[in-house]
């Protein structure tokens, strides 16, 4: 029978050398599971795709970016995922009992939107307010007023641009309204950032890490497909230059080599 087919406008009967993912424009399930699709038919039909359907599954669901983190025995936070509200509750009750604060995130979310701070006395989010998944993780306090994180851009295998991020609040984005200061990436900060992409299986991701009351350098999330205006804004390099760089370097000069 006739071989399957994935045509992509603006290329005609042909398809592309490379893609590379940007975003994937939110819709319904099903809008946003045929995006996906076309991703994975492309990555089967040996177009290369920067970053691939696996990796952006991988790492826009909270739990299995924590579950692969954990897998590649990279430190993360503590953190608990379940469907049933009174396990929630239960586990909200154990923590802020022995002092602690939990932090409820949406399973899907990006820029620090939708994230609840719980401590003694809290309740968890309803189960519409969550789509019924609840997922908590351990509060990392780094003292009031002095809210920060580190967003380090891996790419190639390697940190390409970092930045320390000081929040108005806990909530430490640059959409939140962070400022930021560029940072060099070495030592642990960027064998950990590496080893976080290389665990989610991205080409390119944007690795947020902070440090622990031990000084400890613990990954709080994956993203693969960061956002980095912020970044730019104090990066030495053009990330765009960068990244497209990489994709051609690793994809592109192989495949040329490949036809010829």
């Not at 401590?119 to 780094?142: I, K, N, T």
């Amino acid at each position: 029978g006739a071989q399957p087919s994935v045509r992509v406008p603006g290329f005609g009967t042909q398809l592309p050398d490379a893609v590379f993912v940007r975003s994937i424009e939110a819709g319904s399930f099903e809008q946003v599971t045929l995006r996906l699709s076309v991703l994975h038919a492309l990555r089967e039909l040996s177009v290369p795709v920067y970053n691939d359907a696996r990796a952006i599954e991988r790492s826009v669901d909270k739990a299995m970016t924590t579950f692969l983190l954990r897998q590649h025995g990279i430190p993360t936070l503590p953190t608990w995922v379940t469907e049933r509200s009174s396990i929630a509750s239960a586990t909200l009750m154990r923590e802020t009992a022995q002092g602690r604060e939990l932090v409820a995130k949406p399973l899907f979310g990006s820029q620090g939107k939708g994230l609840r701070r719980l401590g003694g006395g809290a309740s968890v989010p309803g189960e519409d307010e969550v789509h019924g998944v609840w997922y908590l993780q351990r509060f990392l306090d780094c003292g009031e007023g002095n809210w920060h994180d580190w967003r380090v851009l891996v790419a190639g295998g390697r940190p390409v641009a970092a930045m320390l991020r000081r929040g108005r609040s806990w909530v430490t984005n640059v959409a939140r309204g962070a400022r930021v200061e560029a940072v060099d990436a070495h030592g642990d900060l960027a064998c950990l950032a590496v080893e976080a992409t290389h665990a989610v299986g991205a080409d390119y991701a944007g690795v947020d890490l902070m440090r622990n009351a031990d000084g400890r350098w613990i990954v709080l999330e994956v993203n693969s497909i960061p956002a980095w205006r912020g970044l730019q804004a104090v990066a030495k390099i053009r990330i765009a230059d960068a990244l497209a760089g990489d994709l051609s370097a690793r994809y592109l000069t192989r495949a040329r080599v490949q036809r010829a």
